[in-house]
């Protein structure tokens, strides 16, 4: 199935806050199967360094499946997975973080038994141990609630405190490309805002994102472009402003009736 | 994987519950003693079965460790665990009784080597061999027998961990038969006097080796890089894999470390029991995998300590004349135990996702 989309010819807005047009994700044509489910039937995605991109879409329609083949858990049977001008479709997980992918995955993950600090720690396993403290002080100083609790076991935190430092251990790795999915999901409205406010900062620190969200207005409004998806397909395709105002967009996942 | 202990140097709660934990081990060993003491109404037999109680509970710990650690990462039962112990113990056997050692160096009649340095040099080269060749067998049986059925459901390696068990009893039962083969036994009978009792060097060195090994890992999965890649692992694969941690390697490693331990354990069951027979990998797997349990199985202090409990209630029962009934009262503990603590008594229920 072929996009439709919106701006023809424009592949995003090149030269708008530090993007500057030249692809570090592209994902070609790729099939995604669970054992015999067929989950990602052709998904054609560009990602431009500099970027963020949202993949909105209803349950199932294969945002979290996406994400997953971008970052090497699941590898696609047909189709590529191109990052930084590398295929990466067969590459195992655990080098694409040394390649320069961070995942905060869906439903968090945080190390439950593992502190604040530890988690931390964790997330720049890949990087040279001296320079751990120094990324440890960063991300803290990015959300300074964990500090609060450094010794503090991941699984005692709040949703809030959980998806912050989710997003600070995917920092850890120093990603050029984050991938975010579901930040937003089970928490307070007024936490909400404050993740959507980080994840415009890291990205104006010149980390490119990937953001999978339901909550589509809100990520609309940080994206630079956005791709809608639906059972395993990508129907409609352009800017993050014109999408806000197309009519499909806004019935099916604005809440607009 | 759990430790009782969290990472951080600076903290606090951790720091207290470790020695809260050697406190209350000491309190325990005091009231135990005293405990035989009275019943035995002799403080020299109490305190020389008190030795013995550590030196078993050591071996238990060692063996129980290799359970833990991979039931913590891969939620296998691995039943081929007593068995690699087993397998230890005759590779040191083997060692002792090498042309080199035996006939060169000179082990006579009765095998006590009386030069301190001679004992230390012979001991080291048999450790040496022993956890080296035990710890590649465990990550080659890994390799072949497990990693394969990694996706497989959960009953496939349990039945595979049987197997290999089986092959490895039956392996050393085809090279050496079935009776009990003799250990050349290289400490003294003499020892220290305490409390009235004469305490074999042995069960000094035993504990105390023993003691170092569990330190050691304990630092090293609380402390180091890898070690908390382990821990990581443990508790979610998949989140690991995306911090950039090696699943394969790190599973590897798990299973070296625990071959390693039981290498060293086999080393000690000879020297204790004085003989080695294919089929002891059973019994002390039964018994270090209910220490397992028992302490909380994932965590590692649970299982040390697990094993120590296990001992202790089972010379107890010996110092009684109850000894046939000291497998039935190690599993009513269990079983009261699990009723009142279901994750054992060091396991944690800390809500895995909130």
């Known amino acids: ?257 | 994987m759990t430790v009782a202990r969290s990472s951080s140097p600076a903290s606090a709660p951790g720091f207290i519950r470790r020695f809260r934990l050697v406190g209350y081990s000491l309190i325990g060993i005091v009231a135990y003693f005293l405990l035989l003491a009275f019943m035995l109404n002799s403080t020299a037999t109490a305190a020389q079965q008190v030795a013995n109680a550590l030196t078993l509970g050591a071996i238990y710990a060692l063996v129980a460790l290799g359970y833990t650690m991979v039931y913590g990462i891969i939620e296998l039962i691995n039943f081929a665990h007593g068995d690699v112990f087993m397998v230890g113990s005759f590779v040191a056997l083997w060692t002792l009784t090498s042309d080199p050692i035996f006939n060169v160096v000179g082990l006579g009649q009765t095998g006590i080597v009386t030069n301190i340095a001679l004992l230390a040099g012979i001991l080291l080269l048999t450790f040496t061999v022993s956890m080296v060749l035990m710890a590649v067998l465990n990550m080659g049986i890994e390799r072949f027998a497990y990693r394969p059925l990694r996706n497989a459901p959960k009953v496939a390696p349990l039945i595979t961990a049987i197997g290999v068990s089986l092959i490895l009893q039956n392996v050393i039962q085809i090279i050496v038969g079935t009776g009990d083969r003799p250990v050349p036994q290289l400490f003294p009978t003499d020892g220290f006097q305490f409390l009235g009792a004469n305490i074999r060097y042995l069960n000094l060195f035993i504990f105390l080796v023993a003691l170092v090994l569990l330190y050691g890992l304990q630092q090293f999965v609380s402390r180091t890089r890898l070690g908390r890649a382990m821990r990581a692992t443990a508790q979610d694969q998949q989140a690991a894999q995306l911090m950039g941690v090696d699943l394969n390697q790190t599973i590897a490693m798990t299973f070296l470390i625990g071959g390693a331990l039981a290498g060293a354990a086999g080393v000690f069951q000879g020297q204790y029991l004085g003989y080695v027979r294919f089929d002891l990998g059973f019994n002390a797997g039964l018994k270090a995998f209910t220490a397992a349990v028992l302490g909380g199985i994932g965590n590692l202090t649970g299982a040390a300590l697990g094993g120590f409990l296990i001992a202790f209630l089972e010379v107890f029962a010996a110092a009684n004349g109850q000894q046939r009934w000291s497998q039935a009262i190690v599993f009513v503990v269990l079983i009261v135990v699990l009723v009142f603590r279901p994750a054992g008594i060091l396991g944690q229920q800390i809500g895995e996702r909130a």
């Open chain 1, 1 to 257: 199935m072929t996009a439709e989309t919106i701006t023809s010819g424009a592949p995003g807005p090149a030269g708008q806050d530090g993007a500057t047009g030249d692809v570090l994700l592209r994902l070609d044509d790729v099939h995604t199967y669970y054992g015999q489910i067929h989950a990602l039937k052709g998904v054609t995605i560009e990602v431009n360094r500099g970027e963020v991109v949202t993949l909105i879409g209803a349950n199932g329609a294969g945002k979290t499946t996406t994400l997953k083949t971008v970052c090497g858990l699941l590898h696609p049977r047909q189709g590529t997975v191109t990052f930084d001008g590398q295929d990466v479709s067969k590459t195992a997980a655990h080098n694409l973080v040394k390649a320069g992918i961070g995942h905060a995955p869906e439903g968090r993950r945080i190390f439950s038994r593992l502190t604040v600090l530890e988690n931390l720690q964790m997330g720049g396993f890949t990087r040279p141990p001296e320079e751990i403290d120094e990324d440890v002080e960063r991300i803290m100083t990015l959300f300074p609630r964990l500090k609060e609790r450094t010794y503090q076991q991941g699984g005692t935190l709040s949703g809030g405190e959980q998806q912050m430092l989710a997003i600070g251990r995917a920092m850890m790795s120093r990603p050029r490309l984050l991938l975010l999915d579901e930040p937003s999901l089970g928490l307070a409205p007024i936490l909400i805002q404050v993740v959507f406010e980080t994840i415009k900062e890291i990205n104006a620190a010149g980390t490119t994102i990937l953001l999978v969200e339901q909550n589509a207005l809100q990520a609309l409004n940080i994206a630079h472009r956005g791709y809608v998806l639906q059972t395993g397909n990508v129907v409609l395709t352009g800017d993050a402003a014109e999408l806000r105002e197309d009519e499909t967009v806004r019935k099916a996942y604005l809440g607009e009736i």
